[in-house]
C-alpha cells in the first residue's frame, strides 16, 4: 500500500476515495456547523477545495469519471439517497429529489465492468418491520 496524502480525521463517518488519474482525493470533512462535507484534495498542488455545502453526512463515495457519486444523507433529511456531484458544473444531484424514503444500504461499483450497484430499503418499511418485532 501506497501513501498518497494525509488529511485530518475530522468527519462523523470519515471516508475518502482517489482519483489516480486526476491526482486528487476526495473525503468527508466536519464543516462549522457539524455536518460532514464533501471535499477535494489536489495531490500536486495540495490545494483543499470544499465541494458541498448541503449534506450532513457521508456514507460512501465512488468517483466515475468526472462525477462522485455518493450515498449521503442532505441536512433536513432522514433518510440517505444516493446523489452524484459534478465535477465540471459544481453541482449534487440527488438521483430522486422527491424520494424521502428510500435509502442507500451500500454501494460499490464492478471496476471490471463499470457497473455500480446499490441495495437500497424503505425507510417506512423498514420502521414498520421494526415495531412488528417488538
Not at 45 to 69: C, G, S, Y
Not at 100 to 116: E, W, Y
Amino acid at each position: 500500500m501506497e501513501e498518497v496524502g494525509q488529511i485530518l480525521m475530522t468527519a462523523q463517518y470519515p471516508l475518502g476515495a482517489i482519483d489516480r488519474t486526476n491526482h486528487t482525493l476526495y473525503y468527508s470533512e466536519c464543516d462549522s456547523t457539524g455536518a460532514d462535507q464533501l471535499v477535494k484534495f489536489d495531490l500536486k498542488t495540495k490545494q483543499k477545495e470544499q465541494l458541498t455545502t448541503q449534506l450532513f453526512a457521508i456514507n460512501r463515495m465512488i468517483p466515475v469519471d468526472k462525477k462522485i457519486i455518493l450515498s449521503t444523507s442532505p441536512k433536513c433529511q432522514r433518510n440517505i439517497p444516493l446523489a452524484t456531484y459534478d465535477l465540471q458544473s459544481k453541482k449534487l444531484s440527488l438521483w430522486d429529489e422527491k424520494d424521502h424514503d428510500t435509502s442507500d444500504r451500500s454501494l460499490t461499483l464492478n471496476p471490471f465492468t463499470g457497473k455500480l450497484y446499490a441495495s437500497l430499503y424503505s425507510e417506512k418499511e423498514g420502521y414498520k418491520n421494526q415495531k412488528k418485532q417488538t
